[in-house]
């Protein structure tokens, strides 16, 4: 039995001692008072309970939002290599056939450009940038 157990435990008695002094016509009105004070405590209890939920509920979309994590699966990475080397074959016949070595050239600067930006976009900070939702060191807290 904790502190507010006891606390509610002397409202009671003294609700009860009131009750045998003041006789039945005061009964429902001793009643009511000392269930609005139960209502008001159980209130009480409720909103602790749902902003500490609430404020780790925040917390843990604060750090799911700075984890870097890769936003997509590992097949679909596996995939979009595939096809981008796929394609380096024909774009890279048609580079050489229309302008020969600066074509060819042209056609794996364009390949190599789409696969790193996709590199990029699935691993943030991979080129030396900040990885996306880090605005701070995990270290620092806003009130």
């Not at 600066?102 to 990885?131: C, D, M």
């Amino acid at each position: 039995m904790d502190a507010r157990d006891t606390e509610l435990k002397k409202e009671l008695d003294a609700a009860l001692q009131a009750r045998r002094e003041l006789g039945e016509e005061y009964e429902s009105a001793l009643v009511d008072s000392f269930l609005e004070k139960v209502d008001q405590r159980i209130d009480g209890v409720v909103e602790r309970r749902v902003r500490r939920q609430f404020a780790e509920q925040q917390m843990a979309t604060v750090r799911d939002g700075r984890t870097s994590k890769a936003t997509d699966s590992w097949g679909e990475r596996f995939g979009f290599g595939i096809v981008s080397l796929v394609l380096a074959v024909p774009l890279s016949a048609i580079g050489a056939g229309t302008a020969q070595l600066p074509g060819l050239i042209a056609s794996w600067v364009g390949i190599v450009g789409v696969n790193a930006v996709q590199a990029a976009r699935t691993n943030p900070g991979l080129f030396g940038g900040r990885p996306r939702g880090r605005s701070r060191r995990d270290g620092d807290w806003e009130e």
